[in-house]
């Protein structure tokens, strides 16, 4: 990173935020003695969707349902979702009509609708029909007259393409009641940064952690939903490159937590106003506790840490006060808001007040580095905790751990929620604090548990960073049944199309299937870098002792146990083999661990039991089988199919997600077309 800088988010500007993000690019430019001109890739994080639907400030959606014959009934009672309840009892409203397509679509029909919708209020419309995820063509009339008639449109086929009318349709309303701010907003941040002299097309972070083209965004604004945490997950991964950890995002009012697993991050389904929707987000958990949470206090002990934070009361942090100006402190009793908890504070001789907070106490302990962007002054905190320290009977240094248990005891129960949810091996964990506030709960949770942990470099812009180095993306979703080679190939194309008109380098696309059989699902993500941005800019290769200290560290062992299996062209494998005895030594088992790390030191996946296995891509199809016949798992009339990874050049295949032989040989088929007869591949098997 060559250069930082911060400014206010321009809110009362003519163009909203535009203006503030324009700024920072002048300013950033001005620094690098850059010119607009040389900037091959830009990227916007906004909160803007997240918040409107906290706050409300959302626009009442007209629904056209569109059916015909015996399905008519099931699409007029199923597209009308009703209005969508939001948090602190806001609401998405909606209007809802039918309309009968069995002799075609009337034009009159549609505008006589709209006017209707027009009439009540309605801002954005909704086309939702049955099955039209299979032929989208009536949607697409509909979407077309409604933007000619001047409401903003969209089908609900276009937002997602999974069956399930209703949820689709709900789905669909949600991305609406957004629209018309969005596309305001996306439009006058695109022309400010194009009229600056960026030619290169503006991206915009989705919650999934990849990038989209603003374009896309403003067909489909629900895609930014959760983007902020996502942002610090993509930096996590492609900056500080975690393979295998628990992400924690500290700010000053509330924490964000996720996982992430063989380098890639758990996904789930978002739920609003208690309903499924079909937009899939990252798995992050939020706490209210941070840096700059405020404490309570009740019968001479530390009962809470947060929700409430010393920004909301606005109360300046004591550990950022001047030493001098902490005289005579007092405890005293403040409710941040009207109706609030009474949290504590300190009233110095002059009558300002000063919060006492996690990061006042990770200063007064001292464990924060000076260049901890958390990093206060102790002694400013030891005199503004003396009177805290007097309530409870304890030393000042007692009254920080209190305050520092008690914070980390919010944040704990979920990563182990979390580690027993998704079934991880805690020896390949560590914990990696991002945010301005990790400083504050991170090293201190790393002395009072059984984690490793360490703060991420850069840590508190490490979201912004994320936004910088995150991948175009785009996940591509069809129920299909046992779907076969051709449907695979359709699918995986069309994401790839999909990343390619969003500005990426089609050289640099991966693409990852997944078939879920319960629900009869395809998955295809693509991803990949615009041109010139890609993982590896600026690293350097290190060397092969390097290499083994990285496997070790990553599998929990030491560099004598570690030996490398295999290798290609740009990635390494290492194998650890551990032993255990059982019925008192009677019986010995071993298992061996695998990790597999790039040239340049970047861990990229590290497997338990698992094996490898050496070949060729002209004998790839005799050695896939062999693995599968040796590794699955047999029971009964049951099998159960082993995880298989390929590591061929610099790149890796995961080809877990499927569910069947044929379905792997067609997705190793699709992803290593060209490769030469004599190419290196080399194959790991891991027991179910």
């Known amino acids: 990173m060559l250069a930082e800088v911060k400014v206010p988010t321009t809110h009362e500007s003519d163009v909203g935020v535009a203006d503030g993000i324009v700024e ?7 620094t690098l003695s850059a010119e607009p001109s040389d900037v091959v890739f830009i990227a916007h994080g906004t909160t803007q969707a997240t918040n409107a639907l906290l706050e409300g400030d959302v626009s009442k959606v007209g629904i056209l349902g569109l059916g015909k014959g015996i399905q008519g009934r099931r699409v007029r009672s ?21 309309l009968n397509v069995g002799d075609g679509l009337e034009e009159e029909a549609v505008i006589e609708t709209l006017e209707e919708f027009e009439r009540n209020g309605v801002e954005a419309v909704v086309s939702s029909q049955a099955f039209g995820v299979d032929d989208p063509q009536l949607e697409e009339e509909v979407t077309e007259i409604a933007q000619e008639f001047g409401l903003p449109a969209i089908g609900a086929s276009v937002v997602s393409k999974r069956y399930g009318l209703k949820i689709r349709t709900r789905t669909a309303v949600v991305n609406a009641s957004i629209l018309p701010r969005m596309v305001k907003t996306s439009t006058a941040t695109g ?19 990849g990038v989209m083209g603003i374009d896309e965004m403003r067909s489909r604004p629900i895609q930014t939903i959760l983007s902020g945490p996502a942002a610090g997950v993509a930096g996590a991964l492609m900056y500080e490159n975690v393979t295998d950890g628990i992400f ?21 389904s978002a739920e609003i106003g208690g309903h499924s929707t079909f937009l899939r987000t990252l798995d992050i958990r939020t706490e209210g506790v941070a840096g700059g949470s405020m404490i309570r206090v009740e019968g001479g002990e530390v009962v809470e840490s947060g929700p409430r934070s010393a920004h909301i009361a606005d109360i300046p942090y004591s550990t950022f006060a001047d030493p001098d100006d902490i005289v005579d402190p007092k405890l005293v009793r403040v409710k941040p808001k009207p109706g609030d908890s009474e949290y504590v504070a300190v009233e110095v001789e002059n009558g300002d007040r000063y919060a006492l907070t996690p990061s006042c106490a990770a200063n007064l302990l001292e464990m924060l580095d000076e260049d901890a962007y958390a990093a206060g002054s102790p002694v400013a905190a030891r005199k503004a905790f003396e009177p805290l320290a007097d ?8 009254a920080a751990r209190q305050i520092l248990d008690i914070s980390i005891g919010k944040v704990v129960p ?32 790393g002395e009072n548990s059984d984690y490793q942990t360490r703060l991420a470099a850069n840590h508190e812009i490490v979201s912004t960073v994320g936004v910088g180095v995150a991948m175009v993306r785009d ?27 969003m500005g990426a380098n089609q050289e640099t696309v991966n693409t990852t299937i997944e078939y879920d059989d319960s629900q009869n699902l395809l998955r295809v993500e693509a991803e990949a870098s615009t041109e010139l941005q890609t993982r590896t800019m600026g690293q350097e290769s290190v060397s092969h002792e390097e290499l083994q200290e990285k496997a070790a560290s990553s599998l929990s062992t030491t560099v004598a146990e570690i030996h490398q299996d295999s290798e290609t062209e740009g990635l390494n494998v290492f194998r650890a083999t551990e032993r255990s005895e059982k019925y008192f030594g009677l019986v ?17 996946m590290n497997l338990r039991d698992a094996s490898v296995y050496d070949t060729t891509f002209e004998d790839l199809e005799y050695a896939i089988e062999r693995v599968l016949d040796k590794e699955s798992v047999y029971s009964g009339s049951s099998t159960r199919l082993p995880n298989i990874y390929l590591c061929y050049g610099s790149q890796m295949l995961d080809a877990s997600g499927l569910s069947s032989r044929e379905q792997i040989h067609s997705l190793i088929e699709l992803e290593l077309d060209g490769i030469e007869d004599d190419e290196r591949i080399v194959i790991l098997g891991q027991k179910p």
Not at 24 to 30: C, F, G, V, W, Y
Not at 391 to 398: Q, Y
Not at 588 to 604: F, L, T
């Open 24 to 30: 920072a690019t002048s300013r950033i430019l001005n």
């Open 248 to 268: 924690v995002d500290v700010g000053g009012t509330s924490s964000d937590i996720s996982v992430i697993e063989k380098g890639q991050p758990k996904w789930k």
């Open 191 to 209: 022309e400010s940064v194009a009229d600056f002299g960026i030619t290169t097309p503006l991206m915009i972070m989705r919650s999934d952690g």
């Open 78 to 98: 199923e597209t009308n979702v009703g209005d969508i309840a939001l948090d602190d009892q806001q609401k998405i409203e909606t209007e809802h009509d039918y």
């Open 414 to 445: 979920v990563i182990d929620e979390i580690i027993a949810e998704y079934d991880l091996d805690e020896s390949l964990l560590e914990v990696v604090g991002g945010g301005g506030g990790c400083g504050s709960l991170i090293p201190y949770l």
């Open 475 to 501: 996940v591509v979703e069809r129920n299909v049944m046992n779907p076969s080679e051709a449907e695979i190939k359709k699918i995986r194309q069309e994401a790839i199309n999909s990343v390619v008109s």
């Open 588 to 604: 010995s088992e071993e298992q061996d661990h695998v990790s597999i790390i790039d040239n340049y030191g970047v861990v990229k």
């Open 391 to 398: 309530e409870l009977g304890v030393t000042p240094e007692d």
